[in-house]
């Protein structure tokens, strides 16, 4: 199966990804991230009021096979928490771009974001070249 990096994101090489709406960014794990793990049973998340850092680890996610640590594609300000993640994390596996989100974040620096991190188009090239 093929997996899918929506153009309209921005994404690191550790997997997390940003959809950037004005000035806020929703933050999410990739579909290879998601599949790579597996079965997810456990999501660690920011406060609401936390400053994060671009590349900072903000939590971290379990899987049956794995743990692994989360890191911010984005620098500013946590202002949502999806709780039904924390509630469910098996909605990562079934829906990391829409309702499996992590966070919402107030960006401080939207060039500092888009320099930092890949295209849809560079973020796939990196992660088939895992194969």
Known sequence: MALEYPDDL???DSHEYARLDGEIATVGLSA?????LGDIVF???PE???ALELKGAIGAVESVKAASDVYSPVA???IEVNEALVDN???LNEDPY???WLIKVRVDNWEETLEETLSADEYRSNVEGED
Do not use: H, I, K, Q
Request: no cysteine; hydrophobic share 40%; glycine share 14%.
């Open 48 to 50: 609401e009021g936390d």
């Open 76 to 78: 500013g300000t946590v």
């Open 10 to 12: 921005r994404y690191l």
């Open 43 to 45: 999501v660690e998340l």
């Open 98 to 100: 829409g309702e499996a």
């Open 89 to 91: 994390p098996e909605m």
């Open 32 to 36: 290879f991230a998601v599949d790579e």
